[in-house]
């Protein structure tokens, strides 16, 4: 059927001027305003520049790609000063410990005679041009000493939170890859620990032993911070056994071990990871309350904080505060560091804590 508009006899609509509408220009049409030939010009002109600019970010966000979580959280630590704060203490302690032969101005285990000969038990020599924080009451160099402390103070702090994240993050992935019967039996074995003190724990399991040494205060450090990592660990795998990536992985057939150890253990070790930073500090604030107490090392040779500030402050104190005090600080101070630095990695990691 051919178009009315077109048939023979039939004419096209016409306005009050009696013209055809298709003959009107647009200026003459009734509430039709022709615009200006400069404006169509310059509104063409933006429209360019808009869709250039999309285009030019485009380009850029397909060059750079997504940002991974670990790039976003250094980003934001970077920015943090409570993490860079955190991070220059932690970074100035490992230094102090790693070149501590280099540091120190004498043999921590040696005796000068410069300092013994005026020894006695009311009389401990102070500072001085050769010996900057004088003496201890063995007549060793103190400042050497402290610096050699640090050394011992790291390792047992490090060695202490590798082992209790190793046997934390076994029995929680256990309990999170398994839940039933297992995760009952662990769950109640860790609530049982976590219900005593963690000192009153480690000075138990230190008395247990037939000799105290450097390793038992290693072992009873860590065990009592295996639950923090198990209980933690539990809980992020059993939430990341109802999301979405892991039930897509069951309903494309995957086997339960790949699940667990590619999909489930990797999402969940974000958390168990900022808690072994914050676990430091708290390992080495235990590892010196127990040479406090005279249950670590035996060793009055090893240059260690916790049992300068016990055996040599506590028992000289009144002759030398001074031998109590710098052990304190430097206990303090690291402890404060590895905290500092694990909350903002926390922040940074997490976005609920995000501020």
Known sequence: MSDPMTRPGVTSPRDGSGLPASDLSAGDRPGVEEKPEGVTRDLGRLGDRKKARLDELARATADKGGVSLVRDAF????RNPVAIVGASIVGIFILVAIFAPLLAPHDPAQRFDELTKNLTVDNIPGASSEFPLGSDPLGRDFLSRLIYGSRQTLFVGVVATLIGLGLGVLIGALAGAFGGWVDNILMRFTDVMLALPALLLAISLVAMASRSSQWTVIFA???VNVPIFARLLRGSMLAQRESDHVLAARALGVKGRSIVLRHMLPNAM?????QATLTLS???LEAASLSFLGLGDPDINRAEWG????VDGQRYFEVRPELAYYPAIAIIVVALGFTLLGEAMREALDPKNRR
Request: aromatic fraction near 0%; charged fraction near 15%; proline fraction near 0%.
């Open 307 to 310: 049992l300068m500030l016990g």
């Open 270 to 274: 974000t958390a168990v990871i900022v």
């Open 221 to 223: 450090v860590a065990v």
């Open 75 to 78: 980003r934001r630590l970077r």
């Open 282 to 284: 708290t390992a080495i």
